[in-house]
């Protein structure tokens, strides 16, 4: 059964970079989309975008000019990157899990909070 | 695409039907999933492909569409199922989800 856990740094400062990993434990990263979703204090769920094994990945144009998205295959991880963050960035990051043109995604991290706050 | 899901809260009695919109801006076909997020929790796939569920979701869990409305029911709503509910298109890029109705006990 694939686990996924996010891991990084729980509080970053205005203009900062978020930077989160996903470590995937109980299968390879080969084959499957894994992603990045986001869900802001009370709020709904955002897509940030995906990896696709190592070859490709797509941004959620919102965001898609501070996003960076990839993947350590000898870590069995991928990772996010957001530049310049400011406060609307915070909230809840979640790493996810989907496959072709499956795109609903399952199973999901257990989720992280990151606050942006100087 | 945008999802816009309707009521933003139901009160339902424990053992009563209840039943979730979930509208699309235009066509995604039967491209939409729902999810259960209970407070503090992990969303939790329900549906996808419209009408499929997940594995170990309940039967009282289901979906149907009409056009670009999808609505998820709830035959006969029991203590855990009140939560968040969320769909969320995959029929077109980026992905997009609703703004989710809570379902609250009456």
């Known amino acids: 059964q694939v686990h996924l856990q996010e891991s990084g740094p729980r509080l970053v400062k205005p203009s900062e970079t978020l930077s989160l990993t996903c470590t995937v434990s109980?299968?390879?990263?080969?084959?499957?989309?894994w992603t990045w979703i986001r869900q802001p204090p009370g709020g709904g769920l955002e897509w940030i975008g995906y990896?696709?094994?190592?070859?490709?990945?797509n941004y959620n144009p919102s965001l898609k000019s501070r996003v960076t998205i990839a993947a350590d295959t000898s870590k069995n991880q991928f990772s996010l990157k957001l530049t310049s963050v400011t406060a609307a960035d915070t909230g809840v990051y979640y790493c996810a899990r989907s496959s072709g043109s499956r795109r609903w995604f399952d199973p999901w991290g257990q989720g992280t909070l990151v606050t942006v706050s100087s | 695409i945008v999802m816009t899901q309707s009521p933003a809260t139901l009160s339902v009695s424990p053992g009563e039907r209840a039943n979730l919109s979930c509208r699309a801006s235009?066509?995604?076909?039967?491209?939409l999933a729902w999810y259960q997020q209970k407070p503090g929790q992990v969303p939790r796939l329900l549906i996808y492909d419209a009408f499929t569920r997940a594995t170990g979701i309940p039967a009282r869990f289901g979906g149907s569409a009409s056009g670009t409305e999808f609505i998820l029911t709830i035959s006969s709503l029991q203590s855990e199922d009140f939560a968040v509910y969320y769909c969320?298109?995959?029929?077109?890029?980026?992905?997009?989800f609703g703004g989710g109705t809570k379902v609250e006990i009456k």
């Open positions: 109980g299968g390879s990263l080969s084959n499957y989309y």
């Open positions: 969320q298109q995959y029929n077109n890029w980026p992905l997009t």
């Open positions: 235009q066509s995604v076909s039967g491209n």
């Open positions: 990896i696709y094994y190592t070859v490709s990945t």
